[in-house]
């Protein structure tokens, strides 16, 4: 009766123990989370008001943007109001990888940078 009390005891504990580092990694994820957030909210703007300077500079329209858009949206082959990263193929060992800007995970060779955008996607 002892060890099997004291057992089950571990076995709490152990839980509890489990249960607090699942609290934290929630919350640490929340955290990043909001962050994300805040940073995807002030990109917005930076964006909003970088294309109203834009439009007062140049004569560009909404209606051009908005058309803009469509052609990168289409890029990827499904209208479907983002974009999609395709694979690529890695320049040292030419495998496939995601695009995600990351080093090969063949090779570990850098990925080459083929426009200005290649590493946000
Ligand atoms: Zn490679």
Redesign the pocket.
């Known amino acids: 009766m002892l060890f099997k009390n004291l057992r089950q005891d571990l076995r709490i504990a152990d839980a509890s123990l489990e249960a607090s580092g699942a609290q934290r990694s929630a919350e640490k994820a929340h955290g990043r989370l909001e962050r994300l957030d805040d940073r995807l909210s002030h990109l917005a703007m930076v964006t909003e008001a970088l294309w109203h300077l834009l439009k007062s500079k140049t004569g560009w329209t909404d209606e051009m943007l908005m058309q803009e858009l469509q052609h990168i949206d289409a890029a990827d082959g499904t209208i479907d109001q983002r974009r999609t990263p395709r694979a690529i193929k890695?320049h040292?060992?030419n495998?496939n990888l995601p695009a995600d800007g990351r080093d090969?995970i063949?090779?570990g060779?850098p990925p080459v940078m083929s426009s200005p955008f290649s590493k946000a996607w």
């Open positions: 890695c040292a060992c495998r090969c063949y090779c060779a």
